[in-house]
């Protein structure tokens, strides 16, 4: 079950702290130039460096849908029913936000439906 993490800052910003992390990812894995070398980039480091890979990885990750939840929330405001056809999703051919989301984020509509509904309660009680 996904649970949201608020972001703590910890000393450095949010952007900061992910091009940091896409940094030493750069370490461990030199400069690859296409997905598919990937595979082989990763067979190459020893066991440590595949385990701060899968770590600085999976950080990146979670900071990413935070912001991809964030996003969500806010394109599901702007496409209320009171917005209408004017309202973000609609003006782009979608009935819905959730629909939106899904189309974007290639994710199944069940997925886009929970990033819509865990993105909108950031903005629970904020001004709209």
């Given at each position: 079950m996904f649970v949201l993490i608020r972001w703590e800052n910890r000393g450095m910003e949010l952007f900061t702290d992910i091009m940091a992390r896409v940094a030493a990812i750069?370490?461990?894995?030199?400069?690859?130039?296409?997905?598919?070398?990937l595979p082989a980039a990763v067979d190459r480091l020893d066991?440590?460096?595949a385990v701060a890979l899968l770590e600085l990885?999976?950080?990146?990750?979670?900071?990413?849908?935070?912001l991809r939840t964030a996003a969500a929330g806010v394109v599901a405001r702007?496409?209320?029913?009171?917005?209408?056809?004017?309202?973000?999703?609609?003006?782009?051919?979608?009935?819905?936000?959730?629909?939106?989301?899904?189309?974007l984020t290639g994710s199944s509509r069940?997925?886009?439906a929970r990033q819509v509904r865990v993105g909108e309660t950031l903005y629970d009680g904020a001004e709209a």
């Amino acid at each position: 079950m996904f649970v949201l993490i608020r972001w703590e800052n910890r000393g450095m910003e949010l952007f900061t702290d992910i091009m940091a992390r896409v940094a030493a990812i750069r370490d461990l894995t030199g400069e690859v130039p296409d997905a598919g070398l990937l595979p082989a980039a990763v067979d190459r480091l020893d066991d440590g460096e595949a385990v701060a890979l899968l770590e600085l990885a999976s950080e990146v990750g979670r900071m990413v849908e935070r912001l991809r939840t964030a996003a969500a929330g806010v394109v599901a405001r702007r496409s209320s029913r009171e917005a209408g056809h004017a309202g973000v999703a609609q003006a782009r051919g979608h009935r819905s936000a959730v629909a939106l989301v899904q189309r974007l984020t290639g994710s199944s509509r069940a997925e886009a439906a929970r990033q819509v509904r865990v993105g909108e309660t950031l903005y629970d009680g904020a001004e709209a």
